[in-house]
C-alpha cells in the first residue's frame, strides 16, 4: 500500500523558514519523481514544485527563488525547504506521485504576524 505523509506545517511569520518533509512507503522511492502542490483556502491545488528520480528540479514562477525541493534516498523522503514566506504562501501542502492517485493528506503552513 502506497502512502505519502507530509509533516513540518505550523505557523510562521512573513519572511521566515519552514521545512516540509513527504515520507513515501509501499513504493520503490528512487525511481519516482515527487510533486508539492498546495491549495489556498477557496482556491484550486496549484503545483509548487517537483524533483525527478534522478533529482532535476523544477518549480512555479511563484516560488521561484525562495523555495528549494530535494530528496534523501536512504530515507524515502522528499523535502520541500521554504525561505521568506509570504502570507499568500498560507495554504495546505500536499506531495503527491506523479500521474498517479497517490496523494498525502497534506500539512497546513499558515504565514501571519
Do not use: H
Amino acid at each position: 500500500q502506497v502512502q505519502l505523509v507530509e509533516s513540518g506545517g505550523g505557523l510562521v511569520q512573513p519572511g521566515g523558514s519552514l521545512r516540509l518533509s513527504c515520507a513515501v512507503s509501499g513504493i520503490i522511492f528512487r525511481v519516482i519523481a515527487i510533486k508539492w502542490y498546495r491549495q489556498a483556502p477557496g482556491k484550486e491545488r496549484d503545483f509548487v514544485a517537483r524533483i525527478g528520480r534522478g533529482g532535476t528540479t523544477s518549480y512555479a514562477d511563484s516560488v521561484k527563488g525562495r523555495f528549494t525541493i530535494s530528496r534523501d534516498n536512504a530515507k524515502n523522503t522528499v523535502y520541500l525547504q521554504m525561505n521568506s514566506l509570504q502570507p499568500e504562501d498560507t495554504a495546505v501542502y500536499y506531495c503527491n506521485v506523479p500521474d498517479t492517485t497517490y496523494w498525502g493528506k497534506g500539512t497546513l503552513v499558515t504565514v501571519s504576524s
